[in-house]
């Protein structure tokens, strides 16, 4: 005990504060050491200075130069924004959600340790990726999906990340209290659950935390119903920068979050009156997709910047050393693959090589908006099947782009909402899946749209030939629609 005076003057005993590793964190110690970033969506984030030291990196500057939507900024104008601000906004989401379920349910003992660790993953969650962007696009690819696949480059980059500011005499994460274990957590995060791994009767294989955590793997990438801060934040702020309604509240549903045991497993669940709010989550994914994500110019866009990259990537090598680094080989290490971003275009834009020709060529021609016209589209059914070759039809696939876009809610076939747990108030530690007399009570065309249409497959055609005949176009589709 320290000695203190009151205030007649008496000494009085003053209990000492002794702060535990694992005690949970304060609310006050929290905010006084937090800085503050000034974002259009979520207005002032309050990150803590150990996310800040890892966004001072180059490996996390990068993002700077990744754009969120890719070539739909070539279609949408406002489209501008960048994977840096959304990978700031899921940090800030995931600690929201983290201090919301501390607040509210003090008995799960989140440690401090808990909080930094998934705040953490919501920042380094797409360290690697380039996602809806032609560079990732090139990359999935045939020619170098096997390369994606040896490494998850995500925690690669991470890893190089703590090994850098290593370097500098700044171990990061033990200076703020984090070991081993918590470092293997974040990586586990950031990777996310297996689809096999997230059914309640399956073992615990997670290394990082113990079951009784398990609910701490469904903020970032929640793979149990697809709801997460990832989508939260994406949602909100493509749809900004589109002008497309969002019609999600995250916010809103985000103050009804509670953990309550499912068959044996902790999980994060909803208030059963936000069954509407969540149902408008899955529809918003929907509508992204169909007006934005896999709009038909923004796909032929796409698809054109990967192939001007396939294209630069084989002739640039043309009569150089052998041990000259390609750019799909800069995949295989995060120092490497921190070097690849947007500005590539640019620089095979202004360059005057000439075994860059051919991707110059591309690139020109999205630029001055010489691209391949739409033909039509249709919505495959079961009569309508889908066949990639037929030796009847004189035009084949180079004169004729054919895409075949996939619309779901997030889980292909299967209705997400089924997925999801919801509590009453009366009983908030019990949750189960929605009711069918609740799913009546929703409006006719969510319920449908969600239980009819989860899956739906359209058909976009496209053709650069500069002559072509309506005959050969009407014989090419009914090859593939089955169309008399």
């Known amino acids: 005990c320290l000695m203190g005076k009151s205030a007649i003057g008496q000494c009085v005993k003053v209990p000492s504060i002794r702060i535990n590793k694992e005690e949970s964190f304060h609310k006050e110690e929290t905010i006084r050491e937090e800085n503050i970033f000034n974002d259009p969506i979520h207005g002032h984030m309050e990150l803590h200075p150990l996310l800040v030291k890892i966004i001072d990196t180059p490996q996390f500057q990068r993002l700077r130069h990744i754009k969120q939507l890719g070539g739909t900024y070539l279609v949408y104008p406002g489209a501008s924004h960048n994977r ?18 501390h607040n509210n349910q003090p008995e799960l003992k989140i440690t401090k340790q808990d909080f930094l660790c998934v705040q953490i993953a919501g920042l380094c969650h797409d360290l690697a990726r380039a996602t809806d962007s032609a560079l990732h696009a090139f990359m999935m690819s045939s020619v170098f999906l096997s390369l994606l696949q040896h490494e998850q480059m995500s925690v690669l980059m991470f890893d190089d990340i703590v090994k850098c500011l290593k370097d500098e005499n700044e171990d990061v994460l033990k200076k703020h209290g984090l070991d081993d274990k918590d470092a293997t957590f974040i990586k586990e995060l950031i990777e996310g659950a297996k689809t096999s791994e997230v059914q309640t009767d399956t073992p615990w294989t997670y290394k990082g935390r113990d079951e009784d955590k398990s609910f701490l793997y469904e903020i970032v990438a929640n793979k ?24 999600f509240d995250h916010q809103r549903l985000l103050k009804f979050a509670r953990v309550c045991e499912v068959s044996g497993r902790k999980h994060i669940c909803f208030r059963d009156k936000e069954a509407d709010n969540v149902y408008d989550m899955f529809r918003t994914r929907y509508t992204l997709h169909r007006q934005a994500y896999q709009h038909k110019i923004c796909n032929i866009i796409e698809d054109m910047l990967a192939e001007a990259l396939v294209r630069a990537d084989r002739d640039l090598h043309e009569g150089k050393p052998e041990d000259m680094l390609k750019i799909s080989e800069a995949i295989k290490t995060a120092e490497d693959y921190s070097e690849l971003t947007d500005e590539i275009f640019e620089q095979i834009l202004s360059s005057t090589a000439d075994n860059l020709k051919k991707s110059r060529d591309i690139l020109n021609k999205i630029v001055r908006r010489k691209l391949p016209k739409f033909v039509g589209e ?33 889980m292909k076939d299967k209705n997400p909402i089924e997925k999801v747990f919801f509590y009453s108030k009366r009983k908030p530690n019990e949750a189960s899946p929605i009711k069918d007399y609740q799913v009546l009570r929703l409006s006719t065309s969510i319920t449908k749209i969600v239980s009819e249409d989860n899956h739906l497959l359209h058909l976009y055609v496209f053709f650069q030939l500069s002559v072509i005949s309506y005959v050969s176009i009407h014989l090419f589709l009914s090859a593939f629609w089955n169309i008399t």
């Open 84 to 101: 840096f601000e959304h990978s700031l906004g899921v940090a800030y989401l995931a600690g929201r959600l983290v201090k919301v379920l």
């Open 224 to 247: 149990q119903n697809g709801i997460d801060v990832d989508k939260w934040d994406y949602f909100a702020r493509d749809c900004h920068h589109l002008g497309i309604r969002n019609s």
């Open 378 to 410: 249709a919505r495959l059914t079961e009569n309508k099947k889908y066949k990639p070759t037929d030796p009847t039809v004189s035009l084949n696939a180079e004169g004729l782009p054919v895409y075949v876009v996939d619309l779901d809610h997030g």
